[in-house]
């Protein structure tokens, strides 16, 4: 059986919300992180400083440009992120002895103990995604090579 989608002609269905790859990203997006929400409830962080902890987790003293880089922010949204962790005791942030404009970030006892409670998230996601495994890690392949595609590395 047909659908009404398939009676209009090619230029009205590119335009049909559905067929858009940006909105099924965006949706995809707000849902990814609502599932997030509660799970960084319960270690004291929103998903931003929780993007900033997992960058830090794998290589610890990085220059603010480094973790913006990495995250793909500039360093106006990082600054009050880093502030409000730094507050929470989370991390520090140091000027650069050789060049004060530049920051280093460095984590303190309590953001790396973090770590140890941020690792049951990764289960969870997969469990509520109803995904296998090597799924996931496909999807997110597929979505690294878009984004290169879209922002080339500099």
Known sequence: MRSDSDLLPDSARLLQLDNQVCFALYSASLAMTKLYKPLLEDIGLTYPQYLVML??????????????????????????LLKRLESAGLLTRLRDAQDERRVRIALTDAGRALRSAAEKIPACVL??????????QALTGQLHALRAQLVPRR
């Open 55 to 80: 960058v830090l987790w794998e290589g610890d003293q990085l220059m603010v440009s480094e973790l913006g880089e990495r995250l793909y922010l500039d360093s106006g949204t990082l600054t009050p």
């Open 127 to 136: 469990q509520s995604t109803q995904c296998t495994l090597p799924e996931l």
